[in-house]
């Protein structure tokens, strides 16, 4: 049994080969953190690890006890106002306005398997990766709310699921107005704090900091995870790289508003937490109902940031994507968007499609432009029929063309906007978001739809429902590309608007998780003007996601090396498009483009009837490497070689489950004259294999030698600019792709 509970000590044991997580029941009757860490023996008493005793300038529990304070102790969902001065794990006002509560523990459960959350997306137990739920009740007396603790642990994983779920088992309507995901603390506060932050553009860029006394934070208040941070971070020991060393990690399974932070006391405690984001939260709670939060996944390693993130790049793929693309390959598309713009005929479109079934592509995604009156930004967004002027034989009749091809055919959707020149909006103007008497913002001309009504939902779906089955869609493209403002719900009472952030969030999963009941076969990636909402809530329902709307190959490295911190190749949408770059305007080989663009689901996005013979032939060849070792590319083990705050020369290596085939991409960012001799060791492979070593090149394939998996790790592969061929081979941007393959 991985979770043992001890009568006496009143301690719960979580473990399995990696990790141990101890929690004890305090003389309070409230909850302690002990211990999360490397796997140690099944104890029946850690009391020792609770520390009380007398301090200066706190308050205690017991009117004639000096030492018992919960300043001092930690905690495993702290409250505030009970002698803790640090921020709470959650917060419950009353009726007479009091914040005060006192949650003691109840009882506990312990499940085989992990129960699902409703509404919620969330990781699963399987039978190759069974779990077991410990549910801890504690109840506050006076108000009878009650809260359940939820912790899953995985069998062959070193993280741990949580929740909370708060019920309402008294007479009176209390309001809910902090809810973290998880709380954990820590003994001591010798880490540095790693967040994924950026832009549109540029998202998930890693950014370190040492931890100090106070706050650290990251959040989003925009209605969506956001560009500019994301609902994963990582405490890392200072001395920790990505091949050895201690770190945490913690991660929310949620789309929406969300806040992230650590708090290190005057002690060196830190308090890590993650869950909805209480600005502007305020959940009505009333007699006979429950709140559930979103999951959060916390992690440990101490075996490096590599491992960290391979932990959560299996559980993603095994445990958290769904369906008939859990671990299917992806196709290779091209999507028109960057080729034609809104500027296509279905003249252009089949020409595109035939030229990309020459190179092999297999998927052709008709981007924005084809529904409704839309021949602008400004126009016919939310009305999701085809438009005759542009497909005059509509989507059914583009999509046959298609397939006659032998490709796959998917579709540009925005179902959470509209534009106001829409027919959706004038029938129905109270289905926007918007604050009565106020002006609205705009983004882009468009106003975001309210999907906290269900009838909202129920419009969106016989729509879009229509258009899949129609054309037989094989792929969905489901972008948004605007942020929330004005938050406010006509349908809800003044007394509920706290809760329309998450009712919205909670009506984007409903209605993705209804296409995707309705359309199991399709693929759906998930998109927020690029990388605007690439989270683990997402990838429940779209198992893969545009990473960024930026493009370039180099640009790319940062965005798809930070984001390869917590999430999987398999997950990112990467794409070769148009040099200059659109974006940055910068001139990168194509070589170098598809190196790039190899590291997740590969794609095209530009105007391949345009390109020359050269180009094409390029193309074709990169197309056919990929799909050779595609299943490496996107399910096999990840490794960056170059750690954080590295760029001017980035190697990454991804290694088949099996260990008989290693793919190794060699970066150059800016070229350095006479530069140095290079050797990379090469983790992850099997020590006694030999592996033939080829280097891919647009001209061909060189042989560079073969070697043991054991040679490989200690001495290294030689990545010397003289390798290349010549010494004046290498340009800025330049990269090398080597094949590693057991013999």
């Not at 099944?42 to 009391?47: K, R, V």
């Not at 706190?58 to 919960?70: A, M």
């Not at 019920?167 to 540095?192: C, F, I, M, R, W």
């Not at 148009?578 to 990168?588: A, I, K, M, Y």
Request: proline share 5%; aromatic share 12%; hydrophobic share 35%.
């Amino acid at each position: 049994m991985p979770i043992q509970y001890h009568i006496q000590s009143q301690e719960f044991h979580l473990y399995n080969d990696q990790v141990s997580y101890l929690i004890r029941v305090l003389e309070n009757g409230q909850l302690g953190h002990l211990y999360y860490g490397a796997r140690i023996p099944d104890e029946a008493d850690h009391g020792y690890l609770v520390e009380n005793t007398y301090r200066p300038m706190t308050t205690y529990v017991s009117p004639d006890d000096y030492s018992f304070s919960l300043s001092n102790v930690q905690q495993e969902y702290p409250p505030y106002g009970t002698s803790d001065y640090r921020h709470p794990a959650y917060e419950v006002k009353q009726a007479n306005g009091s914040t005060v509560t006192n949650f003691t523990f109840e009882g506990y459960q312990i499940i085989n398997g992990k129960p699902q959350l409703t509404g919620l997306p969330a990781t699963y137990a399987s039978s190759s990766h069974p779990a077991t739920t410990l549910e801890i009740a504690l109840v506050d007396q006076l108000t009878q709310v009650k809260m359940i603790l939820s912790y899953s642990i995985f069998s062959d994983s070193p993280i741990i699921a949580r929740n909370v779920r708060f019920e309402n088992h008294g007479k009176e309507t209390v309001t809910l107005t902090t809810a973290q995901s998880l709380s954990v603390d820590l003994p001591d506060a010798d880490y540095e704090w790693v967040q994924f932050s950026g832009a549109w553009g540029r998202e998930r860029h890693p950014h370190v900091t040492p931890l100090r006394p106070g706050l650290q934070a990251v959040d989003s208040l925009r209605g969506a995870s956001s560009h500019m941070q994301n609902p994963f971070l990582i405490l890392k020991r200072p001395q920790t790289t990505e091949m050895s060393g201690e770190a945490y990690a913690v991660s929310l399974v949620y789309s929406g508003n969300f806040l992230a932070q650590a708090e290190v006391n005057e002690y060196d405690v830190t308090r890590l937490q993650i869950g909805i984001n209480p600005f502007h939260f305020a959940w009505q709670l009333t007699p006979g109902t429950n709140f559930q939060t979103p999951e959060a996944l916390i992690a440990y390693t101490e075996k490096g940031l590599n491992d960290l993130s391979q932990s959560f790049h299996r559980l993603y793929n095994d445990c958290l994507v769904r369906g008939a693309w859990q671990h299917q390959v992806r196709p290779v598309l091209i999507n028109n968007w960057e080729a034609t713009y809104f500027d296509f005929t279905e003249e252009k479109l089949i020409a595109i499609a035939k030229q990309a079934k020459k190179l092999g592509i297999e998927l052709f995604v008709l981007d924005d432009g084809w529904f409704g009156e839309r021949m602008t930004e400004t126009d016919g967004l939310g009305d999701w029929w085809p438009n005759p002027k542009r497909l005059p034989n509509g989507i059914a009749g583009l999509a046959n063309q298609i397939h006659q091809l032998g490709l796959k055919f998917g579709l540009w959707f925005e179902p959470e906007m509209a534009n106001r020149n829409s027919k959706l909006v004038r029938q129905h103007p109270d289905w926007l978001i918007q604050t009565p008497n106020r002006p609205q913002s705009q983004g882009r001309r468009q106003y975001v739809l309210d999907l906290a009504q269900p009838e909202v939902i129920d419009y969106l779906f016989d729509l879009i429902a229509k258009v899949l089955h129609d054309g037989q869609i094989d792929y969905v493209k489901w972008d948004m590309n605007r942020n929330m403002s004005e938050v406010y719900s006509l349908a809800y009472p003044a007394n509920q608007q706290g809760e329309i952030f998450h009712r919205y969030i909670l009506g984007v999963y409903q209605l993705y998780e209804r296409l995707r009941q309705a359309f199991p076969k399709i693929l759906f990636e998930s998109c927020a003007s690029g990388g605007g909402r690439f989270d683990a809530g997402m990838l429940y329902y779209a198992p893969q996601a545009w990473t960024s709307d930026d493009s370039d190959a180099i640009e790319r490295l940062a965005i798809q090396g930070g984001t390869s911190y917590g999430y999987p190749l398999s997950s990112m949408g990467a794409h070769v498009s148009v040099t200059p770059n659109e974006q940055v305007g910068r001139l990168t080989p194509l070589n170098t483009r598809g190196n790039v663009a190899y590291f997740g689901d590969l794609g095209y996005e530009l105007d391949i009837t345009q390109m020359t013979p050269a180009e094409l032939a390029q193309i074709k060849a990169q197309i056919e490497e990929y799909k050779r070792y595609r299943s490496v590319f996107q399910y096999g083990n990840f490794y960056r070689l170059t750690g954080l705050g590295q760029a001017k020369l980035i190697n990454w290596l991804v290694v088949s489950q099996d260990q008989r085939i290693a793919i190794l991409g060699n970066f150059k960012v800016l070229n350095d004259v006479n530069a140095p001799y290079r050797r990379l060791r090469i983790p992850g492979l099997k020590a006694d294999f030999r592996y033939h070593v080829t280097e891919v090149k647009p001209a061909g394939k060189v042989n560079r030698g073969s070697f043991t998996g054991q040679e490989l790790a200690r001495l290294g592969l030689v990545i010397s600019d003289a390798s290349a061929g010549q010494t004046n081979e290498t340009t800025d941007f330049y990269s090398r792709c080597f094949i590693l393959e057991a013999e």
